[in-house]
């Protein structure tokens, strides 16, 4: 039998299986809708309530700071389409390697008549502080720079581009959901006013998510319809889902470092082996700041759609670039954004580890691909 290794967590992760076990009574027995005032719906009640003050815990922020959502499409889109639908003038910066829920907005936006502004990344994808700063004029209402970036791992140092954003008076969101539950998030310490996040990320199901809103900070609702989260997201909750996604958040926040560096040691194993093979590869971006365990390997002269369906014959899961980007034959616009070469882009493949990976599949995923390139 054909061996499985799953390998690509920055498109999904496997769901936590207490995530799963809390779903349940949810589904089965305390199915009220949480809205009704009666008896039999005080439990759905309470558990939107503990799960809105798990999630906060983890990323130290207040209860009532968290709505929440479908997802990180959803967050995103509702920060970006908001403030500017409350400030018909204004201008928008955000960096040309955001996830496309956040680049198709900004284009949409564009064809609304609006002003965004797009900031270069440099070569390993970070966004220069001088070059942020220096992009600021008049009317820029908004900032949105992803906390990590979803193809190459990159973090970026949003704490001192959030300072500088608020010194000339603009908010600042970011798209954290690649970061969430992988690296310790404190919205306090980053003093940012959105913060998107995705529960499948994180080992929550999927089609849940929260967007962080900082005390005071304006907004309109992202759906007309009803009282749900302070009437800004109308729709019956998600009960289970939204419980699932706190108990799987808060075994991620609560194990962060030992899983960091479990992922870590599997990473270095991966690239120590490769680096013996003398391979010609690059490893795409910052390797001081990125996300445990996501690596972005560009191979000369190679396919990297062939490679994925050649590893997923010996039961390996990758990724060519963003999983949302799999219909899409061409290079991915962040590898065309930090300038990687045609000949080596074209054979890019992403491995993002897990948790739950071991150390044995390390090397069965390194002799394959091996053997592949080979
Ligand atoms: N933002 C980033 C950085 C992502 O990686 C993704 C998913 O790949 C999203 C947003 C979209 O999140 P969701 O799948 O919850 O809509």
């Not at 922020?61 to 009532?64: H, L, Q, Y």
């Not at 906390?147 to 190459?152: D, F, G, K, T």
């Given at each position: 039998m054909t061996k499985f290794v799953y390998a690509d967590n920055a498109a999904t992760t496997k769901l936590d299986i207490d995530a799963f076990e809390a779903m349940k009574p949810f589904l089965?027995?305390?199915?009220?809708?949480?809205?009704?005032?009666?008896?039999?719906s005080r439990s759905s009640k309470k558990a939107i309530k503990e799960a809105r003050t798990i999630i906060a815990k983890c990323i130290n922020?207040?209860?009532?700071e968290i709505y929440f959502t479908s997802g990180g499409t959803e967050s995103n889109n509702w920060v970006l389409n908001s403030i500017a639908g409350c400030n018909r003038d204004c201008k928008i910066i955000t960096d040309n390697i955001e996830h496309h829920a956040i680049l198709e907005t900004c284009h949409s936006l564009e064809a609304q008549g609006y002003n965004i502004q797009y900031i270069s990344a440099n070569k390993i994808g970070k966004i220069d502080i001088e070059i942020f700063e220096a992009s600021i004029s008049d009317n820029v209402k908004l900032a949105s720079i992803m906390?990590?970036?979803?193809?190459?791992g990159t973090i970026q140092d949003i704490q001192k581009l959030c300072e500088i954003a608020h010194k000339n008076g603009i908010l600042f969101h970011t798209d954290a959901v690649q970061a969430i539950g992988h690296i310790p998030v404190d919205v306090k310490k980053l003093g940012i006013d959105f913060l998107s996040a995705s529960a499948h990320k994180f080992n929550g199901p999927k089609g849940i998510g929260f967007l962080y809103i900082k005390k005071g900070i304006e907004i309109r609702p992202f759906m007309n319809g009803g009282a749900q989260e302070n009437g800004l997201r109308a729709g019956t909750e998600n009960v289970a889902s939204i419980m699932a996604m706190a108990i799987a958040l808060k075994k991620n926040v609560e194990n962060i470092i030992p899983n960091m560096q479990h992922i870590k040691n599997l990473e270095y194993e991966l690239i120590r082996r490769l680096a013996l093979s003398e391979i010609d590869f690059i490893r795409n971006g910052d390797m001081e700041h990125h996300i445990p365990g996501n690596i972005n390997l560009s191979f000369k002269g190679q396919d990297g759609e062939v490679l994925l369906h050649r590893l997923d014959l010996k039961g390996i899961m990758v990724s060519t670039g963003a999983a949302c980007d799999t219909q899409n034959t061409q290079i991915s616009h962040v590898l065309k954004a930090i300038g990687i070469p045609n000949d080596y882009a074209e054979g890019t493949i992403r491995i993002s580890l897990s948790k739950d990976n071991t150390m044995a599949d390390i090397v069965y995923i390194i002799d394959e691909l091996i053997k592949i390139l080979n």
């Open positions: 089965l027995q305390e199915y009220g809708n949480a809205s009704q005032p009666y008896s039999f922020a207040e209860p009532d906390l990590a970036n979803n193809e190459i």
